[in-house]
């Protein structure tokens, strides 16, 4: 069974660090990760999605690497702003149809 | 540029009533989800569509029943609500099941009371 982990819980910087966001995932054959942001009582937006045949992928100030034999991803959001507040989860497909999501990182951004 | 739409947005239900959680989604993709998110629990998939006319149980469909009216819209059912569906409820959908993006809706906040 895929059991996906994010680390820490919750983070807290002051505006204009660089965030780094972790999350493991126990088995390495995956189609892709995805990452999304949820900021509280909505709704997952969605990053970046990064295929498993990528070591990166980028999106504005948003960075995801991939590493499928070690079975992580970290996602870096630069120079962090009080509008980058909010919960970040990763996720990976179990099987073709079902998410295995990670519990999820509460980041607070302090102005 | 909607993406996936989900009525409503809340409700409160007295235990055993029934209600229906509509979605639709104007992105022409095939595949759709219904996910549950309860504190401690994160996301779990009640029921998925893989395409249009087909319809399958995840991890925690008891309680729950589905349909995929056409391939814009689909629906979840509770037929009489219970304590332990008090959640917040997603409706999902992709391209297609193989691993491609998932877009969500904003949720639809449940108390059975």
Known sequence: KQEVTQIPAALSVPEGENLVLNCSFTDSAIYNLQWFRQDPGKGLTSLLLIQSSQREQTSGRLN???????????LYIAASQP???????????????KLSFGAGTTVTVRA | NAGVTQTPKFQV????QSMTLQCAQ????NSMYWYRQDPGMGLRLIYYSASEGTTDKGEVPNG???SRLNKREFSLRLESAAPSQTSVYFCA???????TEAFFGQGTRLTVV
């Open chain 1, 64 to 74: 995801a690497s991939l590493d499928k034999s070690s079975g992580r991803s970290t």
């Open chain 1, 83 to 97: 509008g980058d507040s909010a919960t970040y989860l990763c996720a990976v497909p179990t099987n073709d149809y």
């Open chain 2, 13 to 16: 239900l007295k235990t055993g």
């Open chain 2, 26 to 29: 104007d992105m022409n993709h």
């Open chain 2, 64 to 66: 729950y029943n589905v």
């Open chain 2, 93 to 99: 959908s992709s391209v297609t099941g193989l691993g």
